[in-house]
């Protein structure tokens, strides 16, 4: 039998055998070292492994512009990739502080688990981390496809190599096996100590993973649009596409709100979000998935929408990187070095152009179809989602932007501060917050006396804030009133929706949408309040989210039965 042709059940079975053996073998021989010439091994195994992984991924490439889709290079990009993290974990764990990265983010007295997630801390161990995770997410999806003619697939590969070699080619610039023999510092330098919490372990890991499964997505979408009316033949491939979708949204989620909660209660600044450069960027590539699956009730007529949505997914994760691994400061002074602007500022002018061409898409089909209730609230919904990611851009590309043009021109560097967040992402949350209420409830009530109950509501609320402002001085932001009414509303559908007649899996196709919009509006109002309420609505919110989202995926592994039905009959 040809390695190619071995099914994917014995793929799986190499693969996992592959990266145990690995972790076994590769400690036990670096410890027959001798200490004195270790740190040389790990740094001259490091780079040469590199170098490797880039010929393997070039030769790789070269076979499957063949239409070869030969697995074997497939196991040695995850194996190598995997030995070359572990040299960098078995250098933490043993204290080699010769290797300059161990130096910098680790010392004698960091805790064991926290050594494993200093490997994280820098710009290298994340890139590296991040490689990881996607030469395993490319291995499986390679499996169970041989067919030379579904060229969308091997296109797909193709680019999603391309895309690791130039991570790797990142790698050997940024020399993460750099040794020197005589430390600065012998016992290490030690990871911050505000990073020293299990919300390290879990908050990178869950955005490590996310950022890894959008590869496979966006490279589909390329190579679908190298050729018109192209699509992916084999199912397996089909059903990843969408899977990764809904997993990257889901890790993505925990990811942000374990953020927040950390940023709570580890970290001490008291609260769960305030617009920090580092938490903004990360809200973009959520914002653009859930935008994403809003496109998806109306992908028929608008394909190119959800190309390009797709897209700008992968730009903002690229984005969000550059940003969180040394774009900007907490204080919003640009940081990077001239590369990293230049980065900065090219990839944010790819993400303000195209979200700008996503809005003017959506505006130009909601001019058309306005009178259509069933997408008219799905548009709107998408279009807030989509101008809340477009403010997160610009407000942080702005920085780096001035900055690159006041080399050349007469201008100071503009600083975007936490007011702008703060404003701009309110109106767009409160419209959000409306177009919801209408989603969940336009077939239940008339459309008038939804627009009246809101501004009465909206007006009552008004006179209790300022009445209350004036006796007491204490501020209720009136708009609040908007955020429960989405939760009613949402709660109303989901009510009305409830039966489990025709079993869980019908339960959750029909009340997904509406339990995610009761998280969301959920979050909304812990934005506007503080003290315990504040905890209450912003982990009560979280955890509906996550309810929303999990069994959407979980539904992908059961059983349907009218294809089983047919397949029966045939």
């Known amino acids: 039998m040809k390695f190619n042709q071995i099914s994917s059940r014995y793929i799986i079975l190499i693969s996992i055998g592959l990266l145990v053996s690995l972790t076994l073998i590769v400690p036990l021989l670096l410890d027959l070292v ?37 697995y074997l290079f497939s196991i040695l990009n995850m194996g190598l990739t995997f030995f070359l993290y572990l040299l960098l974990v078995y250098s933490f764990l043993n204290n080699v502080f010769e290797v300059v990265y161990v130096m910098n983010y680790s010392n004698t007295t960091l805790p064991l688990i926290y050594k494993f997630v200093a490997v994280w801390a820098g710009e290298d161990g994340s890139i590296m981390t991040w490689m990881l995770f996607n030469s395993i997410i490319i291995n499986f999806y390679r499996i169970k496809n041989q067919n030379k003619e579904d060229l969308v697939f091997i296109r797909s590969v193709i680019i999603s190599l391309i895309v690791s070699t130039v991570f790797l080619v990142i790698l050997i610039y940024l020399n993460p096996f750099e040794v020197d023999s005589t430390p600065d510092i012998p016992g290490g330098l030690g990871l911050n100590p505000l990073l020293i919490s299990p ?78 450069p580092v938490e903004t960027v990360s809200l973009i590539p959520w914002f653009l998935i859930t935008a994403f699956f809003h496109t998806r009730l109306f992908n028929k007529k608008n394909p190119l929408l959800i190309k390009i949505n797709v897209g700008i997914i992968f730009f903002s994760i690229l984005f969000s990187t550059l940003i969180t691994r040394g774009g900007l400061s907490p204080l919003h002074s640009f940081t990077g070095g001239t590369e990293l602007i230049i980065w900065v500022t090219l990839i944010g002018i790819l993400l303000v152009v195209f979200s700008l061409y996503a809005m003017y898409i959506v505006l ?22 989509i101008g809340l990611a477009f403010i997160c851009i610009f407000g942080l590309f702005i920085t780096p932007l001035t900055y690159m043009l006041s080399i050349y021109l007469p201008i100071n560097i503009i600083d975007i501060g936490p007011n702008y967040f703060i404003i701009t992402s309110l109106i767009l949350a409160v419209g959000l917050a409306i177009t919801l209420t209408f989603c969940s409830i336009w077939e239940y009530f008339k459309i008038k006396s939804i627009i009246l109950v809101i501004s009465i509501a909206l007006a009552i609320q ?56 009761v998280g969301i509006s959920f979050i909304l109002v812990g934005t506007l309040i503080t003290s315990i309420s504040q905890d209450i609505f912003f982990i009560s919110g979280f955890i509906i989210l996550l309810i929303g989202i999990v069994p959407s995926i979980i539904l992908t592994f059961l059983p349907n039965k009218k294809a089983s039905m047919r397949n029966s009959i045939h």
Do not use: C
């Not at 199912?235 to 979708?245: E, H, R």
């Not at 209730?373 to 989602?385: P, Q, R």
């Open 34 to 70: 001798n200490l004195n010439v270790r740190f040389l091994i790990i740094s001259i195994l490091g780079k040469s492994i590199i170098i490797v992984l880039i010929v393997v991924l070039i030769i790789d490439v070269i076979l499957l512009f063949t239409k070869v889709n030969f």
């Open 199 to 276: 919300f390290m372990i879990w908050h990178p890991f869950f955005t490590f993973i996310a950022y890894a499964i959008f590869l496979i997505p966006f490279t589909i979408v390329i190579a679908e649009s190298t050729k018109r009316g192209s699509k992916i033949l084999n199912s397996y491939q089909q059903n990843f596409y969408g899977f990764s979708l809904k997993v990257g949204w889901l890790v993505m989620t925990l990811s942000i709100g374990l953020g927040a909660y950390w940023a709570k209660i580890a970290l001490n600044w008291g609260r769960y979000w305030g617009w920090d």
């Open 364 to 385: 130009d089909y909601l001019m058309e179809d306005y009178k259509n209730k069933t997408v008219l609230f799905d548009y709107l919904s998408y279009l807030f989602l």
């Open 462 to 517: 008004t006179i209790i804030s300022f009445s209350l402002l004036y006796l007491s001085g204490i501020w209720i932001n009136p708009v609040i009133i908007i955020y429960f009414i989405s939760i009613f509303a949402s709660s109303y559908k989901f009510i009305k929706n409830f039966t489990v007649k025709k079993g869980f899996k019908h339960f959750f196709r029909l009340n997904s949408k509406s339990i995610i919009h």
